[in-house]
């Protein structure tokens, strides 16, 4: 069956009831950048209208080189006559997450950037970034425009489209900076809350596919964690250890009355489309919880 005439990747992964702990993409520092036009399929390369892709390739590959994620920005609704060029560095590791903010005079300026952050503002955020980049994912578009519209509603200035962030089959996805939170299928709750619990230092499990810094296995072994004590800290669970495997993979993780250890199994799925626009289908990596017990 071609990519046209299936279902969308969104309503697959729905349908299947497919787990989104241990699936946040990784990065511990983020480069996001406002272009405020339409976007191609590649924000940065493919977008004539609103950066030349040359400049774009320049602009990718320097914060590649740092090894930081980027992605594209723009304020949900209308454009307005005059672009601006906002930039946000966010450093999200855990213990030691930060963000900065500024603003450049044209899209050329952003290659002259302290990637660190000094050139701009500390802020506290949040930065909330919702993928709804349509032209790479068409689940993106139809889920993700309407969960950043409601946010927006409540959160104006905190909030962003954003360009691929990964996951498509988890649209509509979500990242909130500095920590890193990467969440899934909010168009499917009161997206606007999970906000609000992030302001009160806490974070909704149900949608958490986990934190950008930390490893797939850890982001899993948080999840049953949270679910066998019920913490809903952003903070709580910070990893103490991890020990891997092909099969078989051990994580501890520091509460404030000594350590939980997580044994988790390594599964491969089932091949899937993870994208609508996926010619292959392919197996993925998931974890499923042998064992947790308090050391």
């Known amino acids: 069956m071609t990519a046209a005439k299936r279902a969308p990747c969104s309503d697959q992964s729905l349908a299947r009831d497919e787990p989104m702990y241990g699936t946040a993409s990784a990065g511990s520092a983020w480069l996001l950048l406002e272009l405020e036009g339409g976007w191609g399929p590649s924000a940065f390369l493919q977008s004539p209208g609103s950066i030349d892709p040359e400049l774009g390739r320049a602009v990718v590959r320097r914060a590649e080189a740092a090894g930081m994620r980027i992605a594209a920005i723009r304020r949900h609704g209308r454009r307005s006559a005059s672009p601006r060029w906002r930039w946000f560095v966010a450093k999200s590791d855990v213990g030691a997450h930060a963000l900065f903010h500024g603003e450049v005079d044209e ?65 509509a996805t979500m990242l909130i900076l500095p920590e890193g939170l990467c969440y899934g299928r909010v168009d499917s709750t009161d997206a606007a809350e999970l906000v609000r619990l992030y302001c009160d230092g806490k974070l909704d499990d149900r949608f958490l596919r986990g934190r950008t810094s930390l490893p797939h296995a850890v982001q899993a072994a948080q999840h049953f964690a949270r679910e066998a004590y019920g913490d809903n800290r952003i903070e709580a669970l910070p990893p103490v250890s991890l020990i891997g495997g092909t099969d078989q993979i051990e994580v501890v993780l520091a509460t404030g009355s000594g350590n939980v250890e997580v044994i988790l199994e390594v599964v491969m799925s089932e091949p899937l489309f993870s994208q609508c626009r996926a010619t292959t289908a392919g197996p993925v990596r998931t974890f499923r919880l042998r064992s947790i017990r308090g050391m």
């Open 107 to 171: 899209a050329r300026d952003y290659l002259d950037i302290d990637l660190g952050g000094r050139d701009g503002a500390a802020i506290d955020g949040p930065l909330v970034a919702v993928c709804a980049h349509g032209r790479h994912d068409q689940c993106c578009a139809v889920r993700g425009r309407g969960a950043v519209a409601a946010i927006a509603a409540a959160y104006p200035e905190s909030t962003w489209e954003c360009s691929h962030l990964g996951g498509d089959r988890f649209a």
